[in-house]
């Protein structure tokens, strides 16, 4: 039934060429775990999945695909004092996938928006932090 609801999210990972696809549904939750071909490709089946799901508010879906793309441009973390906090979604809403401290150089893994950023940690988590906390290092 799951299945159904998100096809069209499916649908865009196989299209989109996400691999290690595996789609299950466990508990009334729907999971979507996969390698995508680039942070555009992950940021595409996000901005799918919120037009299915308005606000990620269902809960019924956990999206795991992850940006296999070349590491790209580093950007510092530029909060006053506290830690980062880097989401499994762009969203406040999203859980928290881990942090980067004040300070920390991570890598940009591309601009989702004008407000996240998809970003990698020295440690390999992935996730979107929000992207007034991040300039560009030079």
Do not use: C
């Not at 037009?51 to 510092?76: C, H, M, R, W, Y």
């Not at 150089?105 to 998809?118: A, E, F, G, M, R």
């Amino acid at each position: 039934m799951l299945q159904e609801k998100y096809k069209e999210l499916i649908d865009a990972a196989t299209t989109a060429g996400v691999s290690n696809l595996q789609v299950r549904e466990q508990d009334g939750v729907l999971y979507i775990d996969g390698d995508s071909p680039s942070g555009a490709v992950k940021d595409q089946l996000w901005n799918v999945y919120n037009k299915l799901d308005p606000d990620f508010a269902s809960g019924d879906l956990i999206l795991n695909v992850q940006a296999t793309a070349d590491e790209g441009s580093k950007v510092k973390v530029v909060t006053k004092s506290s830690n980062l906090n880097i989401r499994k979604g762009p969203g406040t809403d999203q859980p928290i996938v881990g942090k980067a401290a004040h300070d920390e150089v991570i890598t940009l893994v591309s601009k989702s928006n004008d407000q996240w950023w998809l970003v990698r940690t020295a440690d390999g988590e992935e996730g979107y932090a929000y992207a007034q906390y991040l300039e560009p290092v030079i």
